[in-house]
């Protein structure tokens, strides 16, 4: 019998099908090498399956069943062809098509965990010792990582190569490391790449912009007449829009405190003041810190869910605080997922849970978070009939047992995002992170460092099953503690900014230090309209309608920040961005507590309907808006600590010199009436 080093070498010298595309590929013969491609890879499927497949087609998500029972070797040569296909698809600048290609590589190789004796999750590797394989999925993140890098989704672009160094090269057998591995992986470009993201430096995006992947958008910070209450800055807090205020409840200064348990408004048409309402009035003994909780709205109602089976209400209308009773009776299977009890949730206090309201069925739905039994996150997903109050497990365990139990839905986690589809048929969760580090006596899957997802997944609610998603299109990459919501008027899910706990953070300079985490500060949406799928028998057209994600492209942002909230006015369409924290190392800052937590507030502007970008004005912000923590010069566009004009204008305009300022005061003057003062 052959050992396995033999067989290894053996799989080595196996010539696969698709590399006679590679051979015609670099002799210059394109079209040719996109045909054989092309054949090779319809050859190997069945004739109604698309290829690339669409983010939503019936046969499945990420893993399908056809990629899932096919042959090892003959998946290995369908990657090499998807690899091929996004190679002339970029080549013939079809970005959008060579993003899709990329995307299907990613599918078959999720599809290689079906040769495995037991599930695992998602923090254990897999790797076929068939040595192409991972050549092949490392081309693949090395394209997506190019295209994204071109089209300034810098987050995307290096945590694409970080996966392949982290995930498909580490890891592997040596004989997985061929040259060209090692010389995709460049350590010194992956370097490069591990600034910050956006990076507040890279010039303003002037060039016209790709409708499918990236939008025009303008974030504005909102000056708040009287700062008092949260203006002094939230983290882990409750926050919503209802009646034209928005309100904000709980939360923390800093990691250390103090905490809150106050609920303020504020009125979004005059910006006067922030009003403290009643605060919450339940003894800190019976539910906990008011930390890591969400609020939904439901008949006039802001329902807070604190991890008890009673809710805890605030009437909008007569701002009074009560409680709710609800029901659970927990059957067989749920007491197989580990609930020991009349109630899903051991201990008094649960949080970091996504808590999502579908207010066309009346549902509240609950998933993960951290309770009695672990801080680490679990996968618990919990349904609330708000006409019955009655509630039901749909699927997850209290506490992730030591072996995965199928593939069949999210690991467990906390703080992901989450929204539910407008006619409350599918719920879906986004990333967050598996805190291996706050392990409790006894749990498994106890590391040194949190895990951070970079998945994506449905519910249906009908069929009550799971499927994970495509990332199609110019998505984020992976990330916890986002803010997220979904804006019916722009028919968009939006996110902002969050952290992701290994991704580094490198400044090549060494002007700043290094970390081995990455805050975030860029912006996308998510459009989850039914996809068109486009016919076997045709070839697929240059780019992809929805669902599939943008970037939003912006001349200024807010600063790098985890914990924030995305809230919508429901009247006016409107999005605001408010709070969260970052490391105060991170970016520059005066203090010296560990933690920084913001009390601004922004407004999101974005190209489409209802979007109110007209209001902007692009051109002027992309030489006075604020990049993060730093401003633009208005001359060169540069971002820094610069000082601001010292004329009449009274500092509308900041300069990064006296060379700068000799250069544009003159445009400064004329445009903006400023004179000596």
Same mark, same amino acid.
């Given at each position: 019998?052959?050992?396995?080093?033999?067989?290894?070498?053996?799989?080595?010298?196996?010539?696969?099908?698709?590399?006679?595309?590679?051979?015609?590929?670099?002799?210059?013969?394109?079209?040719?090498?996109?045909?054989?491609?092309?054949?090779?890879?319809?050859?190997?499927? =069945?004739?109604?399956?698309?290829?690339?497949?669409?983010?939503?087609?019936? &046969?499945?998500?990420?893993?399908?069943?056809?990629?899932? *029972?096919?042959?090892?070797?003959?998946?290995?040569?369908?990657?090499?062809?998807?690899?091929?296909?996004?190679?002339?698809?970029?080549?013939?600048?079809?970005?959008?098509?060579?993003?899709?290609?990329?995307?299907?590589?990613?599918?078959? #190789?999720?599809?290689?965990?079906?040769?495995?004796?037991?599930?695992?999750?998602?923090?254990?590797? *897999?790797?076929?010792?068939?040595?192409?394989?991972?050549?092949?999925?490392?081309?693949?993140?090395?394209?997506? =990582?190019?295209?994204?890098?071109?089209?300034?989704?810098?987050?995307?672009?290096?945590?694409?190569?970080?996966?392949?160094?982290?995930?498909?090269?580490?890891?592997?057998?040596?004989?997985?490391?061929?040259?060209?591995?090692?010389?995709?992986?460049?350590?010194?470009?992956?370097?490069?790449?591990?600034?910050?993201?956006?990076?507040?430096?890279?010039?303003? %995006?002037?060039?016209?912009?790709?409708?499918?992947?990236?939008?025009?958008?303008?974030?504005?910070?909102?000056?708040?007449?009287?700062? =008092?209450?949260?203006?002094?800055?939230?983290?882990?807090?409750?926050?919503?829009?209802?009646?034209?205020?928005? #309100?904000?409840?709980?939360? !923390?200064?800093?990691?250390?405190?103090?905490?809150?348990?106050?609920?303020?408004?504020? *009125?979004?048409?005059?910006?006067?003041?922030?009003?403290?309402?009643?605060?919450?009035?339940?003894?800190?003994?019976?539910?906990?810190?008011?930390?890591?909780?969400?609020?939904?709205?439901?008949?006039?109602?802001?329902?807070?869910?604190?991890?008890?089976?009673?809710?805890?209400?605030?009437?909008?209308?007569?701002?009074?605080?009560?409680?709710?009773?609800?029901?659970?009776?927990?059957?067989?299977?749920?007491?197989?997922?580990?609930?020991?009890?009349?109630?899903?949730?051991?201990?008094?206090?649960?949080?970091?849970?996504?808590? $999502?309201?579908?207010?066309?069925?009346?549902?509240? #739905? $609950?998933?993960?978070? =951290? %309770?009695?039994?672990?801080?680490?996150?679990?996968?618990?997903?919990?349904?609330?009939?708000?006409?019955?109050?009655?509630?039901?497990?749909?699927?997850?365990? $209290?506490?992730?047992?030591?072996?995965?139990?199928?593939?069949?839905?999210?690991?467990?986690?906390?703080?992901?995002?989450?929204?539910?589809?407008?006619?409350?048929?599918? $719920?879906?969760?986004?990333?967050?992170?598996?805190?291996?580090?706050?392990?409790?006596?006894?749990?498994?899957?106890?590391?040194?460092?949190?895990?951070?997802?970079?998945?994506?997944? &449905?519910?249906?609610?009908?069929?009550?099953?799971?499927?994970?998603?495509?990332?199609?299109?110019?998505?984020?990459?992976?990330?916890?503690?986002?803010?997220?919501?979904?804006?019916?008027?722009?028919?968009?899910?939006?996110?902002?900014?969050?952290?992701?706990?290994?991704?580094?953070?490198?400044?090549?300079?060494?002007?700043?230090?290094?970390?081995?985490?990455?805050?975030?500060?860029?912006?996308?949406?998510?459009?989850?309209?039914?996809?068109?799928?486009?016919?076997?028998?045709?070839?697929?057209?240059?780019?992809?309608?929805?669902?599939?994600?943008?970037?939003?492209?912006?001349?200024?942002?807010?600063? #790098?920040?985890?914990?924030? %909230?995305?809230?919508?006015?429901?009247?006016?369409?409107?999005?605001?961005?408010?709070?969260?924290?970052?490391?105060?190392?991170?970016?520059?800052?005066?203090?010296?507590?560990?933690? !920084?937590?913001?009390?601004?507030?922004?407004?999101?502007?974005?190209?489409?309907?209802?979007?109110?970008?007209?209001?902007?004005?692009?051109?002027?912000?992309?030489?006075?808006? !604020?990049?993060?923590?730093?401003?633009?010069?208005?001359?060169?566009?540069?971002?820094?600590?610069? !000082?601001?004009?010292?004329?009449?204008?009274?500092?509308?305009?900041?300069?990064?010199?006296?060379?700068?300022?000799?250069?544009?005061?003159?445009?400064?003057?004329?445009? %903006?009436?400023?004179?000596?003062?």
């Amino acid at each position: 019998m052959a050992t396995q080093s033999e067989l290894t070498r053996l799989l080595s010298s196996i010539t696969m099908p698709c590399e006679e595309g590679d051979k015609l590929f670099a002799i210059g013969r394109f079209e040719a090498a996109e045909k054989m491609y092309l054949d090779l890879a319809r050859g190997m499927v =069945s004739f109604n399956h698309p290829l690339p497949m669409t983010a939503n087609h019936p &046969s499945g998500g990420v893993v399908c069943d056809l990629y899932w *029972n096919m042959h090892p070797l003959k998946r290995a040569n369908l990657m090499g062809c998807c690899v091929g296909m996004a190679k002339c698809m970029r080549r013939k600048k079809q970005i959008e098509l060579a993003l899709a290609w990329c995307e299907e590589v990613n599918s078959l #190789y999720r599809c290689e965990y079906s040769h495995l004796a037991e599930p695992v999750y998602d923090w254990i590797d *897999n790797h076929l010792d068939i040595p192409c394989t991972t050549l092949y999925k490392i081309r693949a993140l090395c394209i997506a =990582s190019e295209i994204f890098a071109e089209l300034g989704n810098s987050g995307t672009a290096v945590t694409r190569v970080w996966a392949g160094k982290t995930k498909h090269f580490v890891p592997v057998p040596e004989a997985h490391r061929t040259p060209e591995v090692k010389k995709l992986l460049d350590t010194e470009l992956l370097t490069k790449m591990m600034t910050l993201h956006p990076n507040p430096n890279a010039p303003p %995006h002037k060039a016209k912009l790709i409708p499918g992947l990236q939008i025009q958008g303008s974030w504005k910070r909102l000056s708040v007449k009287n700062h =008092s209450g949260p203006s002094e800055g939230r983290e882990s807090f409750a926050c919503f829009i209802w009646n034209g205020h928005l #309100y904000v409840a709980g939360g !923390r200064r800093c990691s250390l405190g103090p905490f809150h348990r106050d609920i303020w408004k504020l *009125n979004l048409t005059t910006l006067d003041a922030w009003e403290p309402l009643p605060s919450y009035p339940f003894a800190l003994h019976q539910t906990g810190l008011f930390v890591g909780w969400e609020m939904v709205i439901h008949d006039n109602q802001a329902i807070l869910f604190t991890g008890r089976p009673d809710l805890d209400i605030f009437d909008l209308t007569t701002e009074l605080w009560s409680t709710r009773p609800t029901s659970f009776t927990p059957t067989a299977e749920d007491i197989k997922a580990g609930i020991t009890d009349a109630w899903a949730y051991p201990g008094i206090h649960q949080a970091d849970a996504a808590v $999502v309201y579908a207010a066309k069925t009346g549902k509240m #739905y $609950v998933f993960g978070g =951290s %309770h009695g039994s672990t801080m680490m996150g679990c996968n618990l997903f919990m349904e609330l009939n708000l006409t019955t109050w009655t509630w039901r497990r749909l699927s997850g365990q $209290v506490r992730a047992p030591r072996v995965a139990p199928d593939f069949s839905c999210p690991s467990p986690r906390k703080s992901a995002g989450a929204w539910a589809s407008v006619d409350g048929k599918r $719920v879906y969760l986004l990333f967050g992170h598996y805190d291996r580090a706050a392990g409790k006596s006894g749990e498994f899957h106890q590391e040194s460092e949190a895990f951070g997802y970079e998945d994506f997944w &449905s519910f249906d609610v009908q069929e009550e099953k799971w499927r994970r998603e495509r990332m199609s299109g110019n998505p984020p990459c992976s990330r916890t503690e986002l803010a997220c919501v979904y804006n019916e008027t722009w028919k968009r899910v939006v996110i902002f900014g969050g952290y992701h706990p290994t991704l580094p953070t490198i400044d090549i300079t060494e002007k700043l230090p290094s970390f081995g985490y990455s805050y975030f500060a860029d912006t996308f949406l998510y459009d989850p309209a039914p996809a068109r799928s486009p016919s076997i028998s045709q070839t697929p057209p240059p780019t992809v309608t929805a669902p599939k994600w943008q970037q939003v492209l912006t001349p200024g942002f807010p600063t #790098y920040r985890c914990q924030s %909230h995305l809230a919508v006015d429901p009247d006016t369409g409107r999005t605001y961005l408010f709070g969260g924290w970052t490391n105060n190392q991170y970016i520059p800052t005066h203090t010296k507590v560990i933690s !920084r937590s913001f009390g601004d507030l922004w407004e999101l502007k974005v190209d489409l309907p209802g979007g109110h970008l007209n209001e902007a004005d692009i051109e002027e912000e992309m030489r006075v808006a !604020r990049a993060g923590p730093w401003q633009r010069c208005y001359n060169c566009a540069a971002a820094g600590p610069w !000082r601001k004009c010292g004329g009449s204008c009274k500092g509308r305009v900041f300069f990064c010199g006296s060379l700068c300022l000799r250069e544009g005061w003159r445009e400064h003057k004329t445009k %903006h009436g400023c004179r000596k003062a």
